[in-house]
């Protein structure tokens, strides 16, 4: 449906295509990569002002015939499972939820490393960590993944173990918990 070859590596990235997001960075560091192999397609998923710049940006680097605009999806975790790198290139951020999923899906994620971001991804262990408006290293990232599955793989599970560790519904639920009870007995002693 999405055009990609079967044969080819996923990166993905699911952002609203505005400015903070960065995904410009990501389309340059892309260019990088198809200079010295073609077997990558790169998934924008989301929508926003820029997408048609981006289209744009993708023509001039001549690398439109491996970028795929997806616009919004409501299937998510179909989408994830055909991701074989997750990136996030955003200038600023909270604590963004797509990297939350991409990580219980099990995927290695490349992420800058601004706002909450460096809470969940820890560098060379549940993800890689870049600064942000960096195209050059987001292309160090993808290559040192791509070069190497069995640190794909360990990233991922790392990833996921962290994930439900710290993040499942029922962990989030207590620690809501605990804050409501810190604060209700905080106001007490008051």
Same mark, same amino acid.
């Given at each position: 449906?999405?055009?990609?070859?079967?044969?080819?590596?996923?990166?993905?990235?699911?952002?609203?295509?505005?400015?903070?997001?960065?995904?410009?960075?990501?389309?340059?560091?892309?260019?990088?990569?198809?200079?010295?192999?073609?077997?990558?397609?790169?998934?924008?998923?989301?929508?926003?002002?820029?997408?048609?710049?981006?289209?744009?940006?993708?023509?001039?680097?001549?690398?439109?015939?491996?970028?795929?605009?997806?616009?919004?999806?409501?299937?998510?975790?179909? #989408?994830?499972?055909?991701?074989?790198?997750?990136?996030?290139?955003?200038?600023?951020?909270?604590?963004?939820?797509?990297?939350?999923?991409?990580?219980?899906?099990?995927?290695?994620? #490349?992420?800058?490393?601004?706002?909450?971001?460096?809470?969940?991804?820890?560098?060379?262990?549940?993800?890689?960590?870049?600064?942000?408006?960096?195209?050059?290293?987001?292309?160090?990232?993808?290559?040192?993944?791509?070069?190497?599955?069995?640190?794909?793989?360990?990233?991922?599970?790392?990833?996921?173990?962290?994930?439900?560790?710290?993040?499942?519904?029922?962990?989030?639920?207590?620690?809501?918990?605990?804050?409501?009870?810190?604060?209700?007995?905080?106001?007490?002693?008051?």
């Amino acid at each position: 449906e999405l055009d990609i070859p079967t044969d080819h590596s996923v990166i993905c990235t699911i952002a609203h295509v505005e400015e903070h997001k960065g995904i410009k960075y990501l389309l340059e560091s892309a260019s990088l990569l198809l200079q010295s192999r073609n077997d990558v397609s790169f998934l924008i998923v989301g929508e926003g002002s820029l997408k048609e710049d981006l289209r744009k940006l993708c023509v001039v680097l001549k690398i439109e015939k491996n970028v795929t605009f997806a616009g919004e999806r409501s299937d998510i975790p179909e #989408i994830l499972s055909l991701t074989d790198i997750f990136v996030l290139p955003s200038l600023r951020e909270g604590l963004p939820l797509t990297i939350l999923e991409a990580m219980a899906c099990g995927k290695p994620v #490349i992420a800058t490393n601004v706002g909450g971001v460096p809470e969940v991804v820890k560098d060379g262990v549940s993800g890689i960590l870049v600064p942000p408006g960096d195209p050059e290293a987001i292309h160090g990232a993808m290559i040192e993944l791509l070069g190497d599955t069995e640190k794909m793989n360990k990233i991922g599970s790392e990833g996921k173990r962290i994930c439900n560790e710290n993040f499942n519904s029922r962990i989030m639920v207590e620690k809501i918990e605990d804050l409501y009870d810190s604060l209700v007995k905080e106001k007490i002693r008051h």
